[in-house]
Structure formats: structure tokens, C-alpha cells
């Protein structure tokens, strides 16, 4: 699933071809991409209205109108392609949004599992699903004490706390394994056990993972790419997420992997005891 890196990359390479060009029709061709509000008036309140930039929030791409804000979860496998309108629509490409230029905008997903929202600017942030969401990695509200003070109750394992994105926004399976090596923590430690100032340095390796991994668009995994075959590059520099059977890194014992929540996780036993 494509984690923050990944879709700040999906939308640093739409803005160039989206912003200021204008929607004049939207036609959905599977009604349960369209979370809010219910499909005839999603499509009725988005034509006409103008892109004027396009952001993220957490996982979430948001696409600034006139009015509202269009809010683009891509789940599993979502990703976009731009055509010529008229052009036959394609298997697994279930919402169309025509521009004023005639071109066709495309959400295309294999699993269905993607989601949109279309909601109003004044209410975007008060209402689910981003009212629901914690501090995105760069906030500076980010600190050790915001931190510990979510933990420091919780029995569950560290890796499950660090996924919830109620409590930091936009990280996922694939950094939450390169964060917690890089900050020498076990990813079964209950999260009540982990002090203060390892708090902190779980935020310092947050920053210094995603931002990494920003600058090198994002982790092409499996199926994912960001649109049109735009691909990352930090799968390169993963040092020991999908790295099962491998050397670590720093100390050279074999590189681990067990289930935490259900989730594939990759450690080091020596390094993270």
C-alpha cells in the first residue's frame, strides 16, 4: 500500500498536468470507490469545478477545488492514467473525469479498494475521514512527550502503535520496519515499554526515513507506481524491509521475519533485542 512517500511522489507528478484545468464531466463506472457522498451527487458537485492544487494528507491525495476538497485514498493497488476522452475505457478503470482540455483523467484499480470523498473546504479537516488522523511526520507538534503520552498505556506491540494512523499520519508497513531498525527496537516490544528518549529517537529516524525516501519517489513494491509508470527508487536503500534470509547490515546476523498484526515484518535480532 502506498505509504506518504508514495503519494507525495502521485502528486508532485499530477500537479504538472491538473492544476488549473477545469472538469466538465465525471462518470463512475463502480459506485463503491465513491465513499462520500453518495455517487449521483458526488458527480453532480464536481463538475464544473476548477483544480487549483494538490496535496497530501497522510495517505490521502488532496485535490483543492473551487468549493471542496476531493480526497483520494489509493488502498492496495490505485494509481492514475491520463487518455483522450472517448477512448475506450479500460478493465479496472472505474472513475473518469473528463477536463476541459478533452482529456481523461483516470483512477484505475485492480482491487476496487480505493476511496474518494468529496467534501466541503470549511469542513474538510472537522469531519472524518481526516479529523480522524494524527500528526503527519514533519509537524511540529510531533514530540517525544506527544508521542509517549500515546503509548505509554498501550500493551500492544510498538510496530501495531506505529501503524495506527491516529497517532502519526502516513506511515505504513514498509517504514515502520526501516524506523524501528534504524532506532534499534524490537518490533514486538509493547509499546508501555518504550521510554521517553526512545520516543524521540523513533520521531528523529521517522523524518530521516521518509524524507529519504521523498527525495527518491517514494518504494516501488509489487504492482505499485505512482502514474503513468512512475516508479521510486527507495527500495534501494530499504536495509531490511522484504530482506528475509539476508546479512544485516550493521551487525551481519541474518535478517528475520514474523507476522505482527497480521503484517509481514522484517527485523534483526541482534540489533533490535
Known amino acids: 500500500m502506498p505509504e506518504k512517500p508514495e503519494v507525495i511522489t502521485v502528486a508532485a507528478s499530477l500537479k504538472p498536468r491538473l ?12 459506485d463503491n470507490i465513491i465513499a462520500f457522498p453518495i455517487s449521483s451527487e458526488f458527480r453532480k458537485k464536481i463538475i464544473s469545478q476548477k483544480i487549483h492544487d494538490i496535496t497530501t494528507r497522510g495517505k490521502f491525495l488532496v485535490f483543492s477545488l473551487d468549493e471542496d476538497n476531493l480526497l483520494i485514498h489509493l488502498r492496495m493497488e490505485g494509481k492514475f492514467f491520463f487518455r483522450h476522452k472517448g477512448d475506450p475505457i479500460l478493465k ?8 476541459d482540455d478533452q482529456i481523461s483523467f483516470r483512477f484505475h484499480d485492480v482491487r476496487k479498494f480505493g476511496k474518494m470523498y468529496l467534501i466541503s473546504k470549511a469542513e474538510c479537516d472537522k469531519v472524518r475521514p481526516l479529523s480522524e488522523l494524527g500528526f503527519e511526520y514533519n509537524d511540529l507538534k510531533l514530540t517525544k512527550e506527544y508521542l509517549y503520552e500515546k ?3 498501550k500493551k500492544i506491540a510498538i510496530k501495531s502503535t506505529l501503524l495506527d494512523q491516529r497517532i502519526i499520519a502516513g506511515i ?22 518504550v521510554s521517553l528518549d526512545e520516543c524521540d529517537l523513533l520521531i528523529q529516524n521517522t523524518k530521516i ?5 521523498i527525495a527518491l519517489g517514494g518504494t516501488t513494491i509489487k504492482s505499485f507506481t505512482s502514474s503513468e509508470g512512475v516508479h521510486g527508487l527507495f527500495q534501494n536503500e530499504l536495509l531490511v524491509h522484504s530482506k528475509k534470509g539476508q546479512c544485516c547490515p550493521v551487525c551481519g546476523e541474518s535478517i528475520l521475519t514474523i507476522k505482527v498484526g497480521g503484517r509481514g515484518t522484517y527485523f534483526c535480532s541482534f540489533c533490535q533485542k
Open 19 to 30: 492544476i488549473g484545468k477545469k472538469i466538465t464531466n465525471c462518470l463512475i463506472y463502480w
Open 92 to 99: 479496472h478503470e472505474h472513475v473518469e473525469f473528463i477536463l
Open 151 to 153: 503509548i505509554h498505556s
Open 172 to 193: 505504513g508497513n514498509i517504514y515502520v520496519d526501516e524506523i524501528l531498525f534504524l532506532s534499534r527496537i524490537h518490533p514486538l516490544r509493547r509499546s508501555c515499554d
Open 209 to 213: 526515513i521518509l524524507e529519504k525516501a
